[in-house]
């Protein structure tokens, strides 16, 4: 499915933790296949980690470690950026001030059939009046 969510909008947080309820943030990462979004400073999480020796001879240092955790994209709301509103809301508001006149609509099939008969008449007309000059010029090279 299409996430609305991109990295960098700014949301709401709607659901989850008493802590992090009403929040807002900047989106950090989008995670597309599990539905999910790392919103800036929302969702903290301690992990404990141990000293780990990596492939190029340096040592990560063990310690307790912070960082946002994924949380369901359906638990936040993307907010405006001016006001800290929802951006729904402020959409429909736009909409309505830049309501444009309705588009033209497209001619029914019976209307754009009678447009497309006076062309074929008169290419039929032209059609035969060329035969009729080819055969007025035949008879007369007889003669």
Not at 118 to 125: E, G, I, L, N, V
Request: hydrophobic share 35%; proline share 4%.
């Amino acid at each position: 499915m299409k996430m609305k969510i991109r990295k960098g909008d700014r949301v709401r947080v709607m659901r989850g933790d008493k802590v992090d309820k009403n929040k807002v943030g900047e989106v950090i990462r989008v995670i597309p296949k599990e539905n999910r979004v790392v919103v800036q400073g929302v969702n903290l999480v301690k992990k404990h980690q141990r000293q780990q020796q990596t492939g190029g001879g340096k040592t990560i240092p063990s310690g307790i470690r912070e960082f946002e955790a994924p949380i369901h994209a359906s638990n936040v709301m993307v907010v405006d950026r001016e006001g800290a509103r929802e951006a729904r809301a402020s959409r429909r508001a736009k909409a309505e001030e830049t309501a444009k006149p309705a588009p033209k609509r497209a001619a029914t099939k019976k209307e754009s059939a009678s447009k497309a008969e006076p062309k074929a008449k008169a290419t039929k007309a032209k059609k035969s009046a060329t035969k009729k000059a080819a055969k007025a010029d035949e008879g007369a090279g007889k003669k």
